[in-house]
């Protein structure tokens, strides 16, 4: 496995603070609109159920970390965590207020502000590959869930496949294009890039 992202950390996070705004549109537009029935499998891998405690990393606005604190009902909680400040205040203010124990802060995925064996299921969706250190990342959502506890990643990676290619193809090119009719072509310019190299599972 590759090391890990070489951007600038703080360019990064500029970035995802520009996009907060569009970013759930944009998400379901370039995954074909499959991206909620992948949060489906996401939360389902990770093995979470009434009553567990879920963490889930790169939470962006909160979508998974709101499927996550559903499946663990009744007596569950989620915390979402993220480094971009505009996307934990869209998430925020996107909660429902009754859901009490789903919460939303501002943290690193390199050193997660939470405790060892604290959770019993950690997630991060599209958000690995954004890391400096991939290794870093999976190292600490694994200190952070009980041993025997599974830790999930959904993730963009290069296809091998002729019909997959295909849809490489296709995504290298209206990714960026999409980005520009919503004003952020550089940001999806390079979250294009960052697919590329991201190792294979």
């Known amino acids: 496995m590759s090391q890990g992202n070489s951007a600038p950390p703080e360019r990064v996070e500029e970035m995802f603070d520009r996009i907060s705004s ?4 944009m998400n379901l537009a370039i995954s074909g609109f499959q991206e909620p029935r992948w949060r489906r499998r996401l939360v ?6 009434p009553g567990g405690r879920a963490l889930d990393v790169a939470c962006g606005t909160g ?16 915390v979402g965590i993220d480094f971009s400040a505009g996307m934990i205040e869209i998430a925020r203010e ?3 207020a009754a859901l009490e124990a789903l919460t939303f802060q ?5 050193d997660l502000p939470v405790d060892d064996d604290t959770f019993d ?8 590959r954004i890391l400096a250190v991939y290794r870093g990342g999976f190292a600490e959502m694994a200190r952070a869930v009980r041993p025997g506890c599974k830790v999930a990643c959904l993730e963009i990676t290069r296809p091998t496949s002729r019909l997959g290619k295909l849809i490489g193809r296709w995504f290298d090119s209206i990714v960026p ?6 004003g952020q ?3 999806y310019a390079y979250l294009v890039q960052s697919t590329k190299g991201y190792p294979d599972p």
């Open 22 to 25: 569009v970013y759930d549109g």
């Open 44 to 49: 389902e891998a990770s093995g979470i159920g």
């Open 63 to 78: 979508k998974v970390s709101t499927d996550l604190y559903r499946a663990a009902q009744p007596g569950g909680s989620a």
């Open 94 to 96: 996107r909660k429902d």
């Open 106 to 110: 501002q943290g690193d995925a390199l």
């Open 121 to 128: 299921a950690a997630t991060i969706a599209f958000g690995m």
């Open 177 to 182: 294009l999409i980005g520009r009719v919503v």
């Open 185 to 187: 072509g550089d940001a």
